[in-house]
């Protein structure tokens, strides 16, 4: 803190300003940003991986297989978005002390669900009631990222599933006339081409992934959301040294611009990996460039 905010009643005009800004509380806010942007560099490619594991096991051969791919991606269908995140948390959670409870208290003899209760063992909580604070922050924020990581990879599966699907048929049989197997055919054929038919829905995709890191604040993590709202909210000088009225609307406009400024980064950066991606292929885009050029 700086010297001259010992004694916050006598700032005025700037001073007061500059010591509020950087306030403990402050400083959380402005690390929250990286919270958002950690979650976001974790997800997308987590969520990706999932999407491709889905998409690939939709075409399996293999009926249980094809079958388990295609029931992950009509997840994506009719449920809302907030009703999936909060029955993973809540699942995953229970799940992961349902494994330990098993492991640690092989003993154990009362029922794990006691009416609306799910009880287990002291040993097989998570996180463990005498652990740091950070391990339970770091707890949430794992269970938070495997949840936009499922939902959103079944969107990704989707998409990557239609991309599959529209690489023309002619290259993947004249890859086959040349005597490739169809392991080689996928990898070298299809995988390669598919990214360009993907790429506009993935890019969507990635947008809605930034819109939905508010969910977090839902999700139980400090979030940008949770301390706007939090500093935001009106205070009298009893709970603080700096009182003031109901600003939430300037640290909501905050976000606003920080979302509009991400979001106009991300289209400028897609755009480029279209381009590149489609240059030279036999798809709109490439007939495109090649006209103008």
Not at 54 to 64: C, I, K, M
Not at 112 to 120: A, K, M, T, Y
Not at 125 to 140: I, N, R
Request: proline share 4%.
């Amino acid at each position: 803190m700086f010297a001259h905010c010992a004694n916050p009643e006598t700032l005025e005009g700037i001073k007061w300003l500059s010591c509020y800004l950087t306030t403990g509380k402050h400083m959380a806010f402005y690390a929250s940003f990286g919270t958002v942007l950690l979650l976001l560099a974790i997800t997308a490619p987590t969520a990706l991986a999932f999407g491709f594991g889905g998409a690939t096991a939709a075409r399996s051969s293999f009926a249980p297989l094809r079958w388990f791919g295609r029931s992950y991606i009509a997840i994506v269908r009719g449920v809302p978005d907030i009703a999936f995140f909060l029955f993973f948390v809540i699942a995953l959670d229970q799940g992961f002390e349902w494994m330990r409870h098993k492991v640690k208290c092989p003993d154990w003899e009362q029922p794990i669900r006691q009416g609306n209760d799910f009880v287990v063992c002291a040993e097989a909580k998570l996180p463990l009631s005498d652990s740091a604070q950070w391990v339970h922050e770091s707890y949430g924020f794992m269970l938070a990222v495997l949840t936009f990581a499922i939902v959103f990879g079944a969107f990704a599966a989707n998409v990557l599933f239609g991309a599959m699907r529209a690489v023309p048929r002619t290259q993947l049989e004249t890859a086959e006339s040349y005597g490739m197997s169809p392991r080689q055919t996928f990898w070298r054929i299809m995988v390669p081409q598919m990214w360009v038919y993907a790429l506009p829905g993935l890019s969507n995709l990635w947008m809605v992934l930034i819109k939905a890191t508010p969910l977090l604040f839902l999700l139980g993590v400090e979030d940008i959301v949770y301390w706007a709202r939090e500093l935001g909210g009106s205070k009298t000088a009893r709970f603080t040294d700096y009182p003031h009225g109901d600003w939430r609307m300037w640290y909501f406009f905050a976000l606003l611009v920080f979302y509009l400024a991400f979001t106009k980064v991300s289209e400028v950066v897609l755009d480029r990996v279209m381009a590149r991606l489609t240059k030279g292929q036999a798809t709109s885009g490439g007939e495109a460039q090649r006209k103008t050029a």
